[in-house]
């Protein structure tokens, strides 16, 4: 997958969790009405950096094209890692005492279809028509 395609994918999984913690802060109403991207930046961060290291080990931004399953699978396991790390970074960012179990479940849920959602239409647009390639390794 070339370079400007990676970082569109990147580019797309940041906003789709911009807006998950967006949707989350308002919900709770603890959405800074002046500014609700900066208000959102701690807990974004929080998600963002453990999604980013574990897709990247996880080959979820694939070096080469693969098919639709693998693709998602991929995202899917990545995010199942991730999501738990960054509320457990958050919590700590925090000072909270640990992580509400309906809170990592909504997280999982929610946040990982608006993630995997995003990358089906990536995956739709920008890698369908080109043709699979190998990749090696496990995972």
């Known amino acids: ?3 400007s395609r990676t970082l569109i994918l990147a580019a797309g999984d940041l906003i789709a969790l911009l807006i998950f913690v967006v949707i989350g802060q308002a919900d709770h ?10 208000g959102a930046l701690p807990n974004l961060v929080a998600l963002a950096i453990p999604w980013f290291i574990v897709a990247f080990l996880l080959r979820a931004f694939p ?3 693969m098919r ?3 693709f998602l699978g991929r ?4 995010w199942l ?3 738990p790390l960054g509320l457990l970074l958050r919590a700590i960012l925090q000072h909270r005492g640990g992580i509400p179990i309906p809170f990592l479940i909504v997280t999982l ?5 608006m993630l995997l959602g995003w990358r089906l239409v990536f995956w739709l647009v920008a890698m369908r028509k080109e043709p699979v ?3 090696t390794g496990s995972v």
Do not use: C, D, F
Not at 29 to 38: A, G, H, R, V, Y
Not at 75 to 78: I, R
Not at 109 to 113: D, E, I, N, Q, Y
């Open 29 to 38: 109403n603890t959405l800074n009405q002046s500014n609700p991207i900066l």
């Open 133 to 135: 390639q190998a990749e």
């Open 75 to 78: 995202s899917a396991l990545a």
């Open 109 to 113: 849920l929610v946040g990982g279809l």
């Open 63 to 65: 070096r080469k094209t």
């Open 68 to 70: 639709l399953p693998q």
């Open 81 to 83: 890692i991730a999501a």
């Open 1 to 3: 997958m070339s370079r």
